[in-house]
């Protein structure tokens, strides 16, 4: 199953994208994208161990389900305000 | 009132949102481009959002405000693209019949907005080059600095 993965601030920078696609097992886990993206984007691999990632407006943990149709987001850390 | 908005904050506008005659105390916070960070002087920032869930953790926050204190009215306005020295990137707003949860409110408002809402800033140093703004992100070789 194909997952986008939005990318913002210093990811989207490392990755010269804001959106990858990544081709997942049915039954991946969100940590499984995340080792995968590490691999697919080396650019990334950096900072991936320190961002969080929200499945659709929700951060997910790890060990949570990707189903096809998950849009996830790499957040790295938040700087607002 | 809740939003993400791309042009000066109307800090006026903020403070109607949360005007009442319930109100005995309306505190206002305002988060500005600060000049100089230690020996770094920054010519502005620029900031950018995951628009949809920022909105969403924005509201949520209001709405954990709002069950945590007795307020009778809250409001947040984050601004996002290029924001310059002394201009306001952030505005809070809470109105409670006393003093003391407005002030806590306000608060805990800032401080949890800057921990998990998906926003970012970019310093725009004054010495050309840009960095984007993660706390704790171990600098790495592929450091977000760029030169200008």
Same mark, same amino acid.
């Given at each position: 199953?194909?997952?986008?993965?939005?990318?913002?601030?210093?990811?989207?920078?490392?990755? =010269?994208?804001?959106?990858?696609?990544?081709?997942? %097992?049915?039954?991946?886990?969100?940590?499984?994208?995340?080792?995968?993206?590490?691999?697919?984007?080396?650019?990334?691999?950096?900072?991936?161990?320190?961002?969080?990632?929200?499945? =659709?407006?929700?951060? %997910?943990?790890?060990?949570?389900?990707?189903?096809?149709?998950?849009?996830?987001?790499?957040?790295?850390?938040?700087?607002?305000? | 009132?809740?939003?993400?908005?791309?042009?000066?904050?109307?800090?006026?506008?903020?403070?109607?949102?949360?005007?009442?005659?319930?109100?005995?105390?309306?505190?206002?916070?305002?988060?500005?481009?600060?000049?100089?960070?230690? !020996?770094?002087?920054?010519?502005?920032?620029?900031?950018?959002?995951?628009?949809?869930?920022?909105?969403?953790?924005?509201?949520?926050?209001?709405?954990?405000?709002?069950?945590?204190?007795?307020?009778?009215?809250?409001?947040?306005?984050?601004?996002?693209?290029?924001? !310059?020295?002394?201009?306001?990137?952030?505005?809070?707003?809470?109105?409670?019949?006393?003093?003391?949860?407005?002030?806590?409110?306000?608060?805990?408002?800032?401080?949890?907005?800057?921990?998990?809402?998906?926003?970012?800033?970019?310093?725009?140093?004054? !010495?050309?080059?840009?960095?984007?703004?993660?706390?704790?992100?171990?600098?790495?070789?592929?450091?977000?600095?760029?030169?200008?």
């Amino acid at each position: 199953m194909i997952i986008k993965v939005r990318l913002f601030a210093v990811a989207r920078q490392l990755a =010269g994208t804001d959106s990858l696609d990544v081709d997942m %097992a049915p039954g991946s886990t969100l940590g499984q994208l995340r080792e995968q993206l590490a691999k697919q984007t080396p650019a990334l691999e950096a900072v991936l161990g320190q961002v969080l990632f929200a499945v =659709g407006t929700e951060y %997910a943990q790890d060990a949570t389900l990707l189903r096809e149709g998950d849009e996830v987001a790499c957040i790295p850390p938040v700087s607002g305000g | 009132m809740i939003q993400i908005v791309s042009h000066p904050i109307d800090a006026q506008a903020v403070l109607a949102a949360v005007a009442s005659p319930q109100a005995g105390a309306t505190v206002l916070f305002l988060g500005t481009t600060r000049q100089f960070t230690g !020996d770094r002087e920054t010519a502005s920032l620029d900031y950018e959002c995951f628009a949809e869930m920022a909105e969403q953790k924005l509201r949520d926050l209001a709405d954990e405000a709002q069950r945590k204190w007795p307020l009778t009215a809250c409001a947040i306005v984050h601004r996002v693209g290029h924001v !310059d020295i002394g201009e306001a990137s952030v505005a809070v707003a809470v109105s409670s019949a006393h003093r003391q949860c407005a002030f806590e409110a306000g608060q805990w408002l800032i401080d949890t907005l800057k921990q998990v809402v998906p926003i970012w800033k970019k310093e725009n140093w004054a !010495d050309g080059t840009t960095e984007w703004v993660h706390p704790g992100l171990e600098d790495t070789e592929q450091t977000s600095r760029e030169a200008p």
